[in-house]
């Protein structure tokens, strides 16, 4: 199972942002979907996680800015980001909770994509 991000990129401060990330492979489905950021010199911090059947949680920060959703007949998560701010800049990273099959039973598995940068100037 791969996780493919993409959509970084530098954009001044106010304005907007979409990510992609699109999971291919072996999978039988997909539970929690989220996207996850690391500044440089701090630990990696939940951005935002949705559910297969679409809850929503968001970290503070990004409350009423951005907004993830997904496509579950694409395997794919998005991440709408609005009104940026120099302090959004990091990598960003997708993960997936994927089920895969083994034999008879089903196992769940967590997959993390590769990372997009997110730069946000003032």
């Known amino acids: 199972v791969q996780l493919q991000a993409s959509g970084g990129g530098l954009v001044q401060a106010g304005g907007s942002l979409r990510l992609s990330c699109a999971a291919s492979?072996?999978?039988?489905?997909?539970?929690?979907m989220g996207w996850y950021r690391q500044a440089p010199g701090k630990q990696r911090e939940l951005v935002a996680r949705?559910?297969?059947?679409?809850?929503?949680n968001y970290a503070d920060s990004v409350k009423g800015r951005f907004t993830i959703s997904r496509d579950n007949a694409k395997n794919t998560v998005y991440l709408q980001m609005n009104s940026l701010k120099p302090e959004d800049t990091a990598v960003y990273y997708c993960?997936?909770?994927?089920?895969?099959?083994?034999?008879?039973?089903?196992?769940?598995?967590?997959?993390w994509g590769q990372g997009t940068q997110v730069t946000v100037s003032s």
């Open positions: 993960n997936a909770n994927v089920q895969r099959m083994a034999g008879f039973a089903s196992l769940e598995y967590l997959y």
């Open positions: 492979g072996s999978i039988f489905s997909i539970n929690d």
């Open positions: 949705i559910t297969s059947g679409g809850d929503t």
